[in-house]
């Protein structure tokens, strides 16, 4: 506001010296150039110290305005109140609005007013003193009008340019202290900021500081973030591509795990078929045991009755050699004609007891073979035991073999089904793989893009 006030003195300064140079030659023009120098010399040498002792203050103002209504007023003096000379009247309240100041603008009115109303009644009382060229009081009143209408606008114009005025100087300060050579400051600590506009632009900094602080700790946050999501992926990616790798060794492993399944299945069904046919041989084996053990046991049936026909045949060669016997002491009896006979029944009595010793031993043969048959029976018996446990054990072997099969089977699907599941996840894995490397490949953009924003919010001083 100083620089303004002092702006301003020095304007109307000049004013004073070219209307004092138009006072000086009005005063030669009309004769009267003795008042003309005297009223000049006065009203320029006060403005004059006004000006060196006081500038820039409210004093100085209205001093220097004072001095240019007087040197208007002896203008209209001088003219001997011609009215075009009136024009620097409203030239005169324009000229100090440059002071943006109520102040002057109210003492320049309240003059002009003092000066129409005081020099028209002089005038009109033949005392020599000019408004007009003649008294007319009607006339003084609509001057009188025009100064106040010119005065209210000025007067509204002035609060209004000198609101705009204290609005650019605080302006025109925050952004001298805002822009610095090295960066942008947002601490307005100490400004004190009095009009609206000031204070909302100073609140809006203050905003902005807290802004830029979020900001600044945002992106160095999300600088450190993207470095660290860069590292784990970096981290990631090796134990992806570790995992990729054992995945694939796992997927061979399971393809030679899956071919030896199947050969498995086949030696498995393979074997089912030999258990089946083994299961059959053993039964026929048993069926043709069992017929041993009919047959054995009809064969012992068989030796029983022959040992009994050789007893039978054993107690009619005993019976014969007792007859034979009877025959031989009848035949003693006989004597002589009885020797012939005693002879027959000697030979009879020797057959039968060769036929007795005969049928001894054929009795004897027979108990051994009906033993042995025996024996033989029970072995057989025994072996169609063992042949029914084989065919029932071969029957359980062969059912066992079929669970193995199917078992092998199932088991089989189920490594093919885990192979391709494992292929997936071999797919999925490269995938994931890929992913990574585009999340590493955002995170380093990320991380220097934060690194952009720091740099860029370095330029704002927050504190």
Wanted: proline share 0%.
């Amino acid at each position: 506001m100083a620089h303004r006030d002092w702006l301003g003195d020095q304007v109307l300064l000049i004013a004073i010296a070219l209307s004092a140079l138009g006072a000086v030659a009005l005063g030669l023009q009309f004769v009267q150039a003795t008042l003309a120098f005297v009223a000049v010399i006065l009203l320029v040498a006060v403005a004059g110290l006004a000006f060196a002792l006081a500038r820039g203050t409210l004093a100085s103002r209205l001093i220097l305005t004072a001095c240019l209504v007087g040197l208007v007023i002896l203008h209209i003096q001088l003219s001997r109140g011609t009215v075009e000379y009136h024009f620097g009247v409203f030239a005169t309240l324009a000229l100090v609005m440059v002071y943006l100041d109520w102040r002057p603008i109210l003492l320049t009115a309240g003059l002009f007013a003092l000066h129409h109303i005081v020099f028209d009644r002089l005038l009109a009382a033949g005392l020599g003193f000019y408004c007009l060229n003649e008294p007319d009081f009607g006339r003084i009143l609509l001057h009188a009008f025009y100064v106040i209408v010119q005065t209210s606008l000025e007067l509204m114009l002035v609060r209004g340019m000198a609101q705009a005025a204290r609005e650019g100087q605080e302006l025109q300060q925050m952004v001298q202290r805002i822009n610095q050579a090295d960066g942008i400051s947002l601490q307005l600590d100490g400004l004190a900021a009095s009009t609206a506009l000031g204070q909302a632009l100073q609140q809006a900094l203050q905003r902005m500081q807290l802004a830029v602080g979020t900001v600044n700790q945002v992106a160095a946050s999300i600088r450190v973030a993207s470095a660290e999501i860069a590292s784990g992926d970096h981290d990631l990616s090796q134990r992806s591509e570790s995992t990729a790798s054992s995945i694939e060794q796992t997927a061979a492993s399971m393809e030679q795990l899956t071919s030896s399944v199947r050969q498995t299945a086949d030696a498995t069904s393979e074997a089912m078929a030999m258990a089946v046919e083994n299961a059959e041989v053993a039964q026929r084996g048993g069926e043709v045991v069992g017929q041993v053990v009919s047959t054995m046991n009809e064969i012992n049936q068989s030796s029983q009755k022959i040992g009994d026909i050789i007893g039978v045949i054993d107690g009619i060669a005993f019976q014969t050699n007792i007859l034979a016997l009877n025959a031989a002491v009848e035949a003693a009896r006989a004597g002589e004609q009885g020797r012939g006979f005693a002879v027959v029944a000697t030979e009879v009595r020797s057959l039968a007891q060769r036929s007795a010793v005969a049928a001894r031993e054929i009795k004897d043969l027979i108990g051994a073979s009906v033993d042995k048959v025996e024996q033989g029976t029970r072995l057989v018996q025994s072996a169609g035991s063992t042949i029914t446990e084989v065919v029932s054990n071969a029957r359980r072997v062969s059912s066992l073999m079929s669970d193995i099969n199917r078992l092998s089977a199932e088991q089989s699907e189920g490594i093919g089904q885990v192979n391709q599941a494992i292929v997936l996840i071999d797919e999925m894995t490269q995938r994931n793989a890929a992913m990574v490397d585009q999340s590493m490949a955002a995170a380093e953009s990320l991380h220097q893009q934060a690194e952009q924003l720091v740099e860029a919010v370095k330029v704002f001083k927050s504190a």
